[in-house]
């Protein structure tokens, strides 16, 4: 299990970054999405963080962890409105 030092959601809440220790003391910024799965006749039968392929952002500091976490969420909500 992640040991998660911070989460941060994104204003429409459909996205969020988790901010993780390592094994190695270092932190790891990890970015997901609210995914659902709807089934015709039944509707919404599962909801879930679903993580997101991103390069690896691993930082010494959480203040370096939270600004790459923010810019993750600003680029993938604002990716969202053009869908």
């Known amino acids: 299990m992640r040991q998660v030092v911070e989460s941060i959601e994104s204003p429409s809440g459909a996205w969020?970054?988790?901010i993780?220790?390592?094994g190695d003391g270092?932190?790891?910024v990890h970015l997901l999405r609210w995914t659902e799965e709807?089934?015709?006749d039944h509707g919404t039968i599962a909801?879930?963080?679903?993580?997101?392929?991103?390069?690896?952002?691993?930082?010494?500091t959480l203040e370096t962890a939270?600004?790459?976490g923010?810019?993750?969420?600003?680029?993938s909500d604002r990716a969202g409105e053009d869908r």
């Open 38 to 40: 709807d089934v015709p």
């Open 66 to 68: 939270r600004a790459i």
């Open 16 to 18: 969020k970054v988790e």
């Open 26 to 28: 270092l932190l790891q």
């Open 20 to 22: 993780v220790r390592r």
């Open 47 to 60: 909801g879930f963080w679903a993580d997101q392929r991103t390069a690896a952002s691993i930082v010494d």
């Open 70 to 75: 923010r810019e993750l969420l600003a680029a």
